[in-house]
Each structure stands twice: as structure tokens, then as C-alpha cells.
């Protein structure tokens, strides 16, 4: 091949003015032989991995995809000398994957070579080369970082930097305007318009920089800033003019109220600062949360930390959202393949109808992913719903570029038949997630439109997105104040992440009253003491029985598969099945990491399981796939022989030598020793490490006061200690009764009394350990006492059978590596020790 001096491409191509298909391939191997680089016919003449009219030989005909396509390096659109470059790089964007999304995108008009990066991940730049920078040697590396290094463009800031550090940003400047004494909520939807307008700016929706302009006058004159977003926010919430610049119809309800909030010289600074990120590039699953951090005073110690991922949360959606639609997708293909062979070898009128039955087959795919609806009834900030709806606009594009395959035009992505916010249903209690929410998914449409070369969505912008509600999603009062159950919105599949609230945290922070409201509502279906989550789970199981809801994901504690929570797995599994579960994840909530489980399940029709990444035949309501120990029951032979130990509430506990002293005092009233009262005591700690030796004052299940206060020292030692916590609690009868435990644990006393000595295990234990303690020892409560004095039982307890059951039937805490809860009756009295009573074993020692 001939190189070419950069002053020959020059001169030859400064004056053509021939149209773009009749230069551009020999304009593309001139650019080959200015840089020394071999054309495509030369480099492959197979035309596998570089070569012209990219695209053209798919399957059925084509239109091809590109005019010039270089495999893991870029794909290259000619327009004629002059033409809208941006229109051909929206040609790129829509075809983009089937080009195998190379790292560049480049469009060319013979003048101009304008390159824009395409990398995952990063923020979207776009370099420019003109004829006369060919002349450089900057312009000439440029060239040869096309067809070489791709990597030579690649900007470093991630989307994901991006949106932090303009969460950042407008964390300083909400703070900054709380302290001028603005509320935090007007700050907040004052400065959610704002960030709106950033991100319309960069994307083109707002022309010719004009919320830059506004900002730039009020660097000389602060005082303007507020009336000319006003009057932006007032055009946009109609459409119209705005000087001489014309605004789109935005609507949407974002900008129904004008109000704008006056801001100094700093607060301008902050943000002109913020308005210097690329707002196009900004991540929207990340981006709520990340905000509400922000504006939320509650919850702005936690922006700094971690958040949840785009891959954490299609984790779910992909089994439970798409997984049948991709199935039903490859049937499609499938049919639309085998009729577009029949439409190739028919003639007239059959050829016409096959047409035609290929075409309705398509677009009645197409137009049915526009009406499948999805719920999320704890939406927060929007994340699940957004990346819900860019998984369904991800596969319409995929059946609008089969059907341009087969030799129909492409679809556009108008709402009546291509998926869009409108058929998105969120539920969300907080006031500054709620109004996020809306915004981060139509921040995520609008931008999914612009990335895939569609442009804008059509007037209004914003469409009201009425199906987000701000409100409860489990209990709500009618006008009489009785609980009622909230009314979800119909929807063909739910997902979400509830809230994770345990049963012994729920009083403390959503009040006596709610919680009492909540159990008594629900008390035929979910047990008193169960995690909130459950809630979420029973209602989204009466919604598929009914027939309302097709299929659901939703996360949960670890948990959820065990004690109590289990009653809602159980259900479901009795009116339905569980087809997918993730058993242990790792999860961030409010910004620290959590180990959950993710659960997908239908009315039983799904026959497909998979647990942990591997199908399986079924999966269990404790999310296991080997037998179903669940339906195991409580047998008799077991049956009070195993107790929670008691729960002090209190500084009861006493040092060894505080023990010592109480132990050799003399002079009761009753005439009676210390040791009545003064016993040692034991928690999970003595048993799974050395003894620590404490000792505790324990006035037995029912002593009368008058009575304890006959054991002078002890008594007084709890009156001083003891009694000014018990005053602050909530109940009355613990408030009342100070000098006794708060659970004194009456049946197991009585149960240890006969005996010579008992057995412990502690409840929570990475490792099952059994041990004997003397009959005085009083248990604390994460202790589990097991009222047998026989070494067989003891030999029992510690074989490998009751090891794999108890593994089986606890509950597992966070990860695997922390342990497991054993509980008295789901591990304990459901094992079969075949009925080896103690009376029968008395003889059996070691």
C-alpha cells in the first residue's frame, strides 16, 4: 500500500463535495494509507472482524450496520460534508450491540472525524479531529489511537465517581442552606429542580446552556439568579420561550411550583462547581441514594459509605422480571425465523400475508413489554424500578433490531409500544426518597433514550408518574382510626427491598402503638414476633393467591428462613413456590454491609428453581434444596426438655468478689444465707470460652418483695443498681416488679430442680457445643438449658447426625461464618431422638 503525506489527504479531500456513499469508502482507505494501517479488504478479506457495510450478510437480508466495523476498536458512520453529525451518531447508539459495542464510536463527514468513547462505566467524551489537525502530530496520534489504542481515549472518571461527587456537592450546599434556616424539605425539592436542570443541560434538553448562562450573570449579580430560574422553572413546567430560547414542554408536576430559594455567593459557588461535572454520565441506580443521603439531614452521616450496586440489584430482577420474557423472546425468534424463511421462498399474495404474520408477530412482543407493569412497594429512591425499566427497554430495542434484520423498519419508543415510566408502580413512605424516586427514573429514561440514539422522549418530557405513592405500604387507619391493610396497586410482578427491621428493634423505632396496630392487624397470618420484612412478604403472597400478581422478588434478613419469620415462607410455599433464592448475600443497608437473602416465588408455576446460582429440583421455605426438614414437627418425647434460659434486665450480675462479700455477710432478718439469692450464673461466653466466674442476684421466680428485702446485702445491692433502670422501661409490670428478672423462667426451674445436673448449649454458636453445669448455675437467656442428666442423651446431642440437624434446622446469622440460633423448639424438639426418656437411662454413665 502507498502511504499518503498528511498535506496529499489534505488537498485531496478539502475540496470534494461528493455524496457520502459515493466517497466514503475510499475516504476510509485513504485515512488507512495516511497512517500506515491496512484496509480492511487487505487486513481481512473474510471480512470477520474488519470490513465495509458492517452487518450486511446478517441472516434473511439486512441494511448494514456501519460503514466501516473494526472488531474491539470502533464503528464508523460517513455522512455527506455538512451533515448533522449527531444524527449519525444516534444511527451508532441503535446499533451499537450489534456491533459488539466496540470502544468507540466514531462519525465522519469527511471534514470531520469526531470520536465519542463507548467504554462501560466511564463518562462519555467526545473528541474532535478536523483536516487541518491532520496536519499535527497530536491530530495524526489521534488517528492512529482509532485503529491502535483505543484505550488513548478512555477518560478515567467513572459514572459512578461522577455521581458521587455531585451527591457530594449538593450535600455541602443543602447543609449550607439549613443553615440559613431554610427547611430541609423545600431545600430539598428546590434543589432537585436544580440537579434536573443540570442533567437537561448536558443531555440537550436545555438549549444553548442556558441554566450555565443564568449561573455565569449571577456570579456579577447574585440577586438575579433567583428570578430567572424562576422564570426557567415556569417556562419548562409549559414550554415555550425563555429569551430567545425555546423550552420543551416538561410537565411531569416537577415544576408546577416555581418557588426558588435565593442564594449567596457561596451557595452559587457550590453550585457552579457542581455544574462543571458531566451530568450527562450521571449513574441512575445509584444516584438515589446516594441523594437522599444528600438533601436528608437524617441521613447524611452515612454519604460516604457504601451504597448498593447496579449488579446486586439485577441479581433479582433478571430471575424474576426477565427470565420468562427472555424465554418467551426466544420462542418468538424462533417463529419469526422459521416465517421468515417461508416469506423468502413465497411469491405474491402468500408472500404478503407471511409478511404480514411476521410483522404482527414482532410488534405484538414489542407492544406487550410496553404493558407489563412492576411494583416495588419499598421503592426508596427508584434504583429497582429504573433498572427494571431499562431491562425491558434493553429487550424491546433487541426485537426493534431483529425486526430491521428481517427487512422492517425499526421501532421507535413512543409509551403505546415501548416500555416507559408509566407503567411503573412505587410505594414509598419518606418524603425525600418519594420525590427522588420520580426523578431518577425519568432521569434514567430520558438518558437511555439519548445513549441509544432515539433522541428525546416526546411533549410532555415528564409525564406525571401518579403511580408512585407516598405513603405506608402495610398499615394505614380508616376516618375511625381502626388499622386497615393499604391497598396495593395491581401490577404483574413485584420487587423490592423492604425494609430490615428486627422484631426486638421494631417498639424502639416505629413506636408501641404502630407496632401493636401492625400485629393486631395481621394476627391470623403473621406471628407476633416476627421481623417487619415479613409483612411485605404475606402481602405480596395474598396478591399472587388472588390472582392479581404473577410473580415476586424481594430481599430479606438471613433471618427470615428460620423461628418465627419463617411462617410467611411457609405460606407461600403452601399456596405457591419458591423458584429462586439467593441463601446468603452480602448487602449494604444504610450504608454498612448486611448479609440477606433474596427470594423469588409465584403461585407454583415456574418449574425452573435455582438456589445459589445452581438449579435445583425445589426449593425449601428454609431455602435449602436437600429434604424438607421444615414440615418436621415438635415431638412429644421432647417436649419440655429444652428452655430459653431467663432474661435479667438489669445490672443483676455480680464480680466474683462482690459475690465473696455478699456470700460471708451474716445477720439476715429471715436468718437465712446469701446463697439463697447469690448463685452463679453463666452466658454463652462461659460455655464457648474459659468461665469468667460471675455470679448474679436472683430473687427465684416469684419471691414477694417483702421477702427479698430480707436478704439485706443482695436487696440493697439491687435497689441501688437495679431499680433506677427498671423505673425507665416501657412496661409497667417490669417497672413494678424491679427486684425480679424480666423473664424468671419458672418451668425450667422447676424442670432442673430433680435433677443432678443439666446440660447447655449456647443459642447463637458458630460451632455446636454442649456442656454440663451444676443445678444452682442460673442460665442467662441466649443460653439454652436441656433438662437431662444422662451421659447417653449428652452422647446424643453431640453426635453427627444431631450436628447436621441442628446446621439444618437453626437459623443462620449474617454470613455462614458467624453461626447459627438453636432454638428449644424448631431445632431441638423437632429431633427424633426415638423417645430415649431420662427414667430409662439413669443407668447409662460415664
Known sequence: MTALTPQSFVAKWRHVELKERSACQEHFIDLCRLINHPTPVEADPAGTSFTFEAGVDKQHGGHGFADVWKKGFFGWEYKGKHANLDKAYDQLLQYRSDLQNPPLLVVCDMDRIVVHTNFTNTVHKAYTITADDLLTVDGLRQLRAIFHTPDFFKVAQTTEQVTKAAATEFAHLAELLRKYGTPPQDAAHFLIRCLFCLFSEDVGLLPNRVFTR????????????APQVKQLFQTMATGGYFGADEISYFDGRLFDNADVLELDTDSLDILRRVNELDWSSIEPSIFGTLFVRSLDPAKRSQLGAQYTSKEDILLILEPVLMAPLRRKWAEIQQQANDLAAQRKAATGAKKTKLDKQLRDLLIGFATELATISVLDPACGSGNFLYLALVLLLDLWKEVSNFMAELDFPRLMPTPDVAPSPLQLHGIEKDEYAHELAQTTIWIGYIQWFVQNG??????????????????????AFDKKGKPIEPEWPKA?????????????????????????????????????????????????????ESGVMQRVGLLATQGIRGGLNRTVLDRIKQTGGIFFA??????????????????????????????DGKQVGNINSDLSSAADLTAAKSLTENARLSFIGTQKSGPFDLTESQAKEMLSARGNPNKRPNSDVVKPWINAIDVTQNPR?????????????????????PFEYVKKHVKPVRDKVRRAAHRKKWWLFRDTRPGMRRAIAPLSRYIVTPMVSKHRVFAWQPTNVVPENLVIAIVRDDDYFFGVLHSKIHELWSRRKA?????????TRYTPTSTFETFPSHGLRARSLRTIRV
Open 811 to 819: 437459623t443462620q446469622l449474617r454470613e455462614a461464618e458467624s453461626g
Open 693 to 713: 466466674h460471675m455470679w448474679i442476684i436472683d430473687f427465684g421466680p416469684d419471691m414477694p418483695l417483702t421477702e427479698a428485702a430480707k436478704y439485706e446485702m
Open 214 to 225: 443564568i449561573m455565569t450573570q449571577a456570579r456579577k449579580q447574585p440577586k438575579s439568579f
Open 492 to 544: 404483574d410482578v413485584i420487587v423490592g427491598n423492604p425494609p430490615f427491621v428486627g422484631d426486638r428493634k421494631m417498639r424502639r423505632e416505629l413506636g408501641d402503638a404502630y407496632v401493636d396496630a401492625l400485629r393486631s392487624l395481621y394476627a391470623d397470618r403473621i406471628p407476633g414476633g416476627s421481623d417487619l420484612v415479613c409483612y411485605w412478604f404475606e402481602k405480596a403472597r395474598g396478591m399472587i
Open 582 to 611: 439467593e441463601s446468603d448475600r452480602d448487602w449494604v443497608l444504610d450504608g454498612a454491609i448486611v448479609h440477606v437473602a433474596m427470594i423469588g416465588f409465584d403461585e407454583g408455576t415456574e418449574k425452573i428453581c435455582v438456589l
Open 454 to 475: 432515539f433522541g428525546f422522549p416526546p411533549e410532555p418530557i415528564l409525564k406525571p408518574i401518579d403511580t408512585v405513592s407516598q405513603m405506608d405500604a402495610i398499615l
